[in-house]
């Protein structure tokens, strides 16, 4: 399951373009929530929209960041080395992969901070109210 945000620019055609670069460059979208407006968390910047949506793919754990991190890159996503949060045209977050739990220098999975962010559980909750935390 991945997480979509977007706070600059056209945030609707950022997600939608997201989506339709997902279902080209990594496999079949098998279930979108609806899409929420919230207030940014960490830092002052604009709303996002936000949604969540389950995916099937052949990609190992790692090939599916990697072209995570491309479509952000080709969607103008501009990653700095602050720690600290910032306004973006989009942000992909790997949720889940199937039932793994991955700790490597590349990926954590399941997603280390989605308890703490409500615009990630409620829509998760929305499309997979049966999930269960692998952990």
Do not use: W
């Amino acid at each position: 399951m991945l997480s979509l945000g977007s706070n600059l620019g056209k945030r609707e055609e950022n997600l939608q373009r997201a989506l339709d670069l997902i279902f080209q460059q990594i496999g079949n979208i098998t279930k979108v929530s609806s899409v929420y407006e919230t207030p940014a968390l960490g830092f002052e910047g604009d709303a996002f929209l936000n949604c969540v949506i389950g995916i099937r793919t052949a990609h190992s754990a790692n090939k599916l960041m990697e072209d995570i991190l491309s479509i952000e890159k080709t969607l103008g996503r501009k990653r700095t080395k602050s720690p600290n949060y910032e306004s973006r045209t989009i942000d992909i977050d790997l949720l889940f992969f199937e039932d793994k739990v991955i700790h490597s220098d590349f990926i954590t999975v399941p997603h280390p901070r989605i308890q703490e962010r409500k615009f990630v559980l409620v829509p998760l909750q929305e499309i997979e109210p049966e999930f269960t935390h692998p952990e």
